[in-house]
């Protein structure tokens, strides 16, 4: 029998992450959980192993690559492989026309969804490499291939992380590495709280306005996430699929 696929997550702590590392677990998966929020993160392993597999926290800010290149180094030095990576951590930034966009929010957004994610497909391309496969799930968003008035940064960040996906793919696929990702809509997490000002009336006005008027369960994102780093969606790479009820179909 094989053991365990080691399955890695950034941002792990909370909404989309924190619903996929309990996806893989229910599946039975090993589990590195990744993020800034140390308490937090041995809660979530502690939660996880109580689910009968093993897990472990890492502390990494995908922002820095030395944090990144450690946390690979670690996963590897602890589980001896890195099976599925998921590049999770993300932020929203500020709400507000381009023409009022502001350096600051231009660095902290650019920073996280694009740095984070350059630096996550490095070091985990490299480990997959020397082990002779594996396969990376990136969080994108709808937003990765529609444009939405107010959030043109986080649009701009969300359309690199997708020209990213397809490049990784092409490299990846001379050594046996997938890479696809994910483009979620509106999903119930602490960002979408944060989006709609912690008020669900402004919630349930920016659902009434979508195909399908309603947001997603983090686990709806998540069991897509599980569906393309497994062996059942084997023949796809350098795809992302939409799972937002519709709201881009159109
Ligand atoms: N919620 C939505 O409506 C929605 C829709 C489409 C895409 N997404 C994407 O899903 C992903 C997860 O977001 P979520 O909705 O679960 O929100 P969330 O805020 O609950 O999760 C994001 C997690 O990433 C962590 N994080 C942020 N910056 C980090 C950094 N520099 N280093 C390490 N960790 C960091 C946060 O602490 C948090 O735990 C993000 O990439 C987001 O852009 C969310």
Same mark, same amino acid.
Not at 17 to 22: C, E, M, N
Not at 27 to 37: D, H, I, K, N, T
């Given at each position: 029998?094989?053991?365990?696929?080691?399955?890695?997550?950034?941002? =792990?702590?909370?909404?989309? &992450?924190? =619903?996929?590392?309990?996806?893989?677990?229910? @599946?039975?998966?090993?589990?590195?959980?990744?993020?800034?929020?140390?308490?937090?993160?041995?809660?979530?392993?502690?939660?996880?192993?109580?689910?009968?597999?093993?897990?472990?926290?890492?502390?990494?800010?995908?922002?820095?690559?030395? @944090?990144?290149?450690?946390?690979?180094?670690?996963?590897?030095?602890?589980?001896?492989?890195?099976?599925?990576?998921?590049?999770?951590?993300?932020?929203?930034?500020?709400?507000?026309?381009?023409?009022?966009?502001?350096?600051?929010?231009?660095?902290?957004?650019?920073?996280?969804?694009?740095?984070?994610?350059?630096?996550?497909?490095?070091?985990?391309?490299?480990?997959?490499?020397?082990?002779?496969? &594996?396969?990376?799930?990136?969080?994108?968003?709808?937003?990765?291939?529609?444009?939405?008035?107010?959030?043109?940064?986080?649009?701009?960040?969300?359309?690199?992380?997708? &020209?990213?996906?397809?490049?990784?793919?092409?490299?990846?696929?001379?050594?046996?590495?997938?890479?696809?990702?994910?483009?979620?809509?509106?999903?119930?997490?602490?960002?979408?709280?944060?989006?709609?000002?912690?008020? @669900?009336?402004?919630?349930?006005?920016?659902?009434?306005?979508?195909?399908?008027?309603?947001?997603?369960?983090?686990?709806?994102?998540?069991?897509?996430?599980?569906?393309?780093?497994?062996?059942?969606?084997?023949?796809?790479? &350098?795809?992302?699929?939409?799972?937002?009820?519709?709201?881009?179909?159109?």
């Amino acid at each position: 029998m094989t053991s365990p696929q080691v399955v890695l997550i950034t941002g =792990a702590l909370t909404g989309i &992450g924190r =619903a996929t590392a309990l996806a893989f677990a229910k @599946e039975g998966a090993q589990l590195v959980v990744s993020g800034r929020r140390d308490a937090e993160g041995e809660g979530l392993a502690t939660e996880l192993e109580a689910l009968g597999v093993r897990a472990a926290y890492i502390r990494a800010d995908v922002r820095h690559e030395a @944090e990144v290149r450690s946390l690979i180094e670690q996963t590897l030095e602890r589980f001896g492989r890195l099976d599925v990576a998921v590049n999770n951590a993300g932020i929203e930034g500020d709400f507000g026309p381009i023409s009022d966009t502001t350096e600051a929010n231009y660095e902290a957004v650019f920073d996280t969804n694009v740095r984070g994610v350059v630096y996550s497909l490095k070091h985990e391309l490299r480990a997959m490499q020397a082990q002779g496969g &594996g396969s990376i799930v990136n969080v994108s968003s709808v937003l990765g291939r529609v444009g939405y008035a107010g959030f043109g940064v986080y649009t701009a960040s969300k359309h690199a992380v997708d &020209g990213l996906t397809r490049t990784a793919a092409l490299e990846g696929a001379a050594f046996g590495v997938r890479v696809n990702g994910v483009a979620p809509g509106p999903v119930e997490t602490p960002m979408l709280n944060r989006l709609t000002g912690h008020d @669900e009336n402004a919630k349930a006005q920016m659902m009434a306005g979508m195909v399908g008027k309603r947001a997603a369960d983090p686990d709806e994102i998540a069991q897509a996430i599980v569906f393309l780093a497994s062996n059942r969606s084997r023949f796809m790479t &350098g795809e992302t699929v939409a799972i937002d009820g519709g709201h881009s179909a159109g």
